[in-house]
T-cell receptor
């Protein structure tokens, strides 16, 4: 199993541009999450999903959108990128509930 | 909102010594806690978890202690090794599906 994979690894965006961060897991996990991690800080939950077709907001959802059309994929969409969205983004998944989470390697995003 | 904090942002220990990393949480309704290890440039990695109906849980070289009276969590690493050098996060889960992470403690193991 590849586990949780994220693409791209790095990205630089200009202010106002849009992009989609991709996340895929091959563990047949129901729950998936998107976090952001600012320098020297802990992770903050952006959105999460408890299964295909179901998504919900986390602690910091503004400026982001998600969709969950399949069990495997949970893309994160940034519309109108802002410098405040400069961060490292981690996708995670867990099996049948909000328990042990498996994290991807992260996407480092810079908005200038 | 949630508040999960750590008493010490950095910790240095000699190789072979035991390490103790502390974490305070604010929500008495939190029912599940996880410790993660994050190495530089990587995503967090699960170490150990504990439910709120337990006081102690042991894994391989690691022990988590939970004191609900003072809302305190600790991670003990026995015989610390250079490979243990990383940032350690505690995370608490409230009554919903959301986890709240602390800011992390950077552990440095001195050979």
């Amino acid at each position: 199993n590849a586990g949780v994979t994220q693409t791209p690894k790095f990205r630089i965006l200009k202010i106002g541009q849009s992009m989609t961060l991709q996340c895929t897991q091959d563990m047949n996990h129901n729950y998936m999450y998107w976090y952001r991690q600012d320098p020297g800080m802990g992770l903050k939950l952006i959105y999460y999903s408890v299964g295909a077709g179901i998504t919900d907001k986390g602690e910091v959802p503004n400026g982001y959108n998600v969709s969950r059309s399949t069990t495997e994929d949970f893309p994160l969409r940034l519309e109108l990128a802002a410098p405040s969205q400069t961060s490292v983004y981690f996708c995670a998944s867990s099996y049948q509930g909000p328990y042990e989470q498996y994290f991807g390697p992260g996407t480092r995003l810079t908005v200038t | 909102g949630e508040s999960v904090g750590l008493h010490l942002p950095t910790l240095s220990v000699q190789e072979g010594d035991n390490s103790i990393i502390n974490c305070a949480y604010s929500n008495s309704a939190s029912d599940y806690f996880i410790w993660y290890k994050q190495e530089s440039g990587k995503g967090p990695q699960f170490i150990i978890d504990i439910r709120s109906n337990m006081d102690k849980r042991q894994g391989q070289r690691v022990t988590v202690l939970l004191n609900k009276t003072v809302k305190h969590l600790s991670l003990q690493i026995a015989a610390t090794q250079p490979g243990d050098s990383a940032v350690y996060f505690c995370a608490e889960r409230n009554t919903g599906n959301q986890f709240y992470f602390g800011t992390g403690t950077s552990l440095t193991v001195i050979p």
